[in-house]
């Protein structure tokens, strides 16, 4: 499937080891990656577990690591307008997780690609019930919008709140591609009708958000505990 790599790091080449060893390393892993004959979960995981047995950096790799399965799930089209929280699944268990990695190292591929499948699961099943909870958050929002005339800034605004439940005016200006004053009265109309609220108390430099999508927003993380 992919040629299983240990490092080699003899004491004079430093930290990351040879580069040509590096070098070769990682152009064998962007060829796997390459590949289209195989499952994309399966493929993501050897990629995944192939990088972090490479370690090139001396930090992040983790992270990139985990970042690399995103890349890989929407390269090859598993996901289009969002991000799958694979990773988030992998980091509930990060003692299983290590010990999967442990097991590739040692040519043992098959934990890894059962921890990446069990991750997807998770994934697909928090993911739908992030997105139904945030669903209801807009829904909400409309309601308490009802009043407003059908061509009022604020319904500009509502579709941003989930990617940017923490806005100021100069933010609307943008998202909207609106004047100052258009951005005021969006802020203004939200306001009104208890979709955002103020939070620092101020007059200049004000701020305002979305207190519903955020604690969603929190809710979820707080469900990523990692054990």
């Given at each position: 499937?992919?040629?299983?790599?240990?490092?080699?790091?003899?004491?004079?080449?430093?930290?990351?080891?040879?580069?040509?060893?590096?070098?070769?390393?990682?152009?064998?892993?962007?060829?796997?990656?390459?590949?289209?004959?195989?499952?994309?979960?399966?493929?993501?995981?050897?990629?995944?577990?192939?990088?972090?047995?490479?370690?090139?950096?001396?930090?992040?790799?983790?992270?990139?690591?985990?970042?690399?399965?995103?890349?890989?799930?929407?390269?090859?089209?598993?996901?289009?307008?969002?991000?799958?929280?694979?990773?988030?699944?992998?980091?509930?268990?990060?003692?299983?997780?290590?010990?999967?990695?442990?097991?590739?190292?040692?040519?043992?591929?098959?934990?890894?690609?059962?921890?990446?499948?069990?991750?997807?699961?998770?994934?697909?099943?928090?993911?739908?019930?992030?997105?139904?909870?945030?669903?209801?958050?807009?829904?909400?929002?409309?309601?308490?919008?009802?009043?407003?005339?059908?061509?009022?800034?604020?319904?500009?605004?509502?579709?941003?709140?989930?990617?940017?439940?923490?806005?100021?005016?100069?933010?609307i200006k943008e998202v909207l591609g609106a004047n100052d004053t258009?951005?005021?009265?969006?802020?203004?109309?939200?306001?009104?009708?208890?979709?955002?609220?103020?939070?620092?108390?101020?007059?200049?430099?004000?701020?305002?958000?979305?207190?519903?999508?955020?604690?969603?927003?929190?809710?979820?993380?707080?469900?990523?505990?990692?054990?």
């Amino acid at each position: 499937m992919v040629r299983r790599v240990l490092r080699v790091r003899p004491e004079s080449s430093g930290p990351l080891g040879p580069l040509f060893y590096l070098e070769w390393f990682l152009t064998d892993l962007v060829a796997f990656m390459r590949r289209d004959d195989l499952p994309v979960v399966v493929q993501a995981a050897i990629a995944h577990a192939q990088f972090e047995t490479i370690h090139p950096f001396v930090d992040g790799n983790g992270r990139t690591g985990r970042a690399l399965v995103h890349a890989i799930m929407r390269s090859k089209g598993v996901v289009t307008d969002t991000t799958a929280p694979i990773s988030a699944g992998l980091l509930r268990d990060t003692r299983g997780h290590f010990d999967a990695l442990t097991q590739y190292h040692r040519g043992n591929a098959r934990p890894v690609m059962e921890r990446f499948a069990d991750a997807s699961r998770f994934a697909t099943r928090s993911g739908a019930h992030l997105v139904d909870a945030l669903a209801g958050e807009v829904g909400s929002a409309r309601e308490r919008m009802s009043g407003l005339r059908s061509d009022a800034a604020g319904w500009r605004v509502l579709p941003h709140l989930v990617a940017h439940p923490v806005v100021n005016a100069g933010l609307i200006k943008e998202v909207l591609g609106a004047n100052d004053t258009t951005a005021q009265r969006a802020l203004t109309q939200l306001a009104a009708a208890g979709v955002l609220e103020e939070c620092t108390g101020k007059n200049r430099g004000r701020v305002w958000q979305h207190s519903g999508i955020l604690g969603v927003l929190d809710e979820y993380a707080q469900s990523l505990h990692r054990r």
